[in-house]
């Protein structure tokens, strides 16, 4: 959407200060549910998601098992309360959406074929939400899954980019995503760089295109890095007691 609204100052900062290619600030916390197998608790700028995984376990009712591989089902729910207005309760066509596209991005990275007739499920539940829910929920997803056990070829990671004021820009937020001209989720596996998830809002020129996918890819690697923080701040401290 165009508008006069200026994102970009003459000083080349973003309406929150960040630089051209900086991302919002995060943190990932892992393991705070205390019954899902795996659970990841994330926070991106105004973003506040629980990601909660449940199985490997018997695929129910029994006509959706694959019988040589899992069934990953990832649900994206946005709570009424995680934007400005009221949103109305319950799937609607953008959570179908996004669930869609997580579970496709995930179901690459697991090694499904370890379990046949089984389900892995994931829910992402969204708190707070102020743009690059996706991105987010799909980064806490993919640690939930880690702190479950679950073998996974990669541990995936997602990051987008986009175009405010003309320029590339890295991790829209809010006012960003709503005024500006362009927006590039996209995910990775980030130790072969494959691409998992690829969507855009908005126009792009070839060339643009091309610089924000770059973008976002240098942005998901900085977030991976978070994500193994993440993990072995739980995991070292777990191996310490047991010694
Ligand atoms: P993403 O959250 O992955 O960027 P969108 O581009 O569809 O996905 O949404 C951008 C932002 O718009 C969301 O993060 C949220 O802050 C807001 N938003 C999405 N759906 C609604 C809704 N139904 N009501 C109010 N705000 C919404």
């Known amino acids: ?64 098992q694959h019988p040589l ?16 207005d009221r949103k109305r309760p319950g799937p ?50 993919a640690v939930a899954l880690a702190d479950a056990g679950i073998p996974m070829r990669d541990i995936p990671v997602a990051c987008a980019a986009g175009k405010i004021d003309g320029q590339v820009v890295l991790d829209l937020g809010k006012e960003e995503d709503n005024f500006g001209e362009a927006d590039l989720p996209v995910a990775i596996a980030p130790r072969t760089d494959e691409i998992i998830l690829l969507q ?5 020129t070839v060339k643009e295109f091309d610089e924000a996918i770059e973008l976002a890819i240098k942005g998901a690697h900085v977030v991976s890095e978070l994500q193994k923080k993440a993990l072995l701040a739980k995991y070292a401290v777990a191996k310490e007691v047991k010694q």
């Not at 165009?2 to 919002?24: P, Q």
């Not at 596209?101 to 992402?124: G, H, K, W």
């Open 200 to 204: 855009m809002d908005g126009h792009l």
């Open 1 to 64: 959407m165009k508008s006069d609204i200026k994102l970009i100052d003459k000083e080349g900062k973003r309406l929150d200060g960040r630089k051209r290619d900086e991302l919002r600030p995060i943190k990932i916390e892992v393991g705070p549910l205390y019954r899902a197998d795996g659970s990841c608790y994330i926070e991106w700028g105004g973003n506040k998601i629980l990601a909660a995984v449940y199985g490997p376990r018997e695929a129910l009712p029994r006509h959706i």
């Open 92 to 141: 609607d066509r953008r959570s179908t959406e996004i669930s869609k596209v997580i579970s496709e991005a995930l179901e690459y990275v697991i090694l499904t074929e370890q379990f046949p007739r089984a389900m892995i499920d994931i829910n992402i539940e969204v708190l707070d939400a102020e743009a690059g829910t996706r991105c987010a929920g799909l980064t806490a997803a």
């Open 69 to 84: 591989r899992a069934v990953v089902n990832a649900r994206y729910n946005m709570a009424s309360f995680s934007v400005e």
